[in-house]
């Protein structure tokens, strides 16, 4: 497994190693040793998560303002532009976003450690959605900002699409409203 750095230090792509052949293929999507060499992160993920979504679905940009999640995210089948937005006050980055393709093609997966809003948009026709958490989900403390926010301006890739969004989604707090980290 390799890292690539993205334009926030702390948010980092990682591409596993995979062996394939004419029978198919097999990668390692996990090995805490090699997580942590890789991120500095050494965290506990405590919870797998699961979606599934049809071409135009964003969700997001979500996270919890207690018991905030990191999250290490890929795609087992179907393709996301896949989003991360600092809310660290503190941090350097504060307000920036980066946002990247994550497939099943590519492999790629992303860390995206406490303190920022997550969000992804799905690109094919459908996409699953896989990620581990390293808290667990509390709805109490979960909050969304809003995804078309011009102070953040997150270009999203849709390409003539309206996005499909739940209701919660479209009531998104504007950034400037919304409750951040210190």
Not at 29 to 37: D, G, I, L, Q, V
Not at 172 to 180: C, I, V
Request: proline share 6%.
């Amino acid at each position: 497994m390799k890292a690539i750095p993205s334009a926030i230090a702390d948010v980092i792509m990682l591409e596993p190693l995979v062996f394939g052949d004419a029978r198919g293929f097999f990668m390692e999507s996990y090995n805490r040793r090699r997580f942590t060499e890789l991120t500095g992160a050494d965290v506990d993920f405590v919870q797998d998560n699961h979606s599934r979504s049809a071409r135009g679905v964003l969700r997001g940009l979500h996270y919890q303002i207690r018991q905030p999640q990191g999250k290490l995210v890929r795609v087992a089948q179907g393709a996301v532009f896949d989003v991360a937005v600092d809310l660290r006050c503190q941090s350097p980055y504060f307000g920036r976003w980066v946002g990247a393709v994550l497939s099943a093609d590519n492999q790629r997966q992303m860390w995206v450690p406490p303190g920022f809003a997550h969000g992804f948009l799905v690109l094919s026709e459908t996409a699953d959605f896989l990620y581990k958490t390293t808290d667990y989900y509390a709805p109490e403390h979960e909050r969304c900002i809003a995804w078309n926010d011009p102070a953040l301006a997150v270009a999203w890739p849709l390409e003539g699409l309206e996005p499909r969004l739940s209701a919660r989604d479209m009531q998104g707090t504007p950034f400037a409203q919304a409750d951040l980290f210190d």
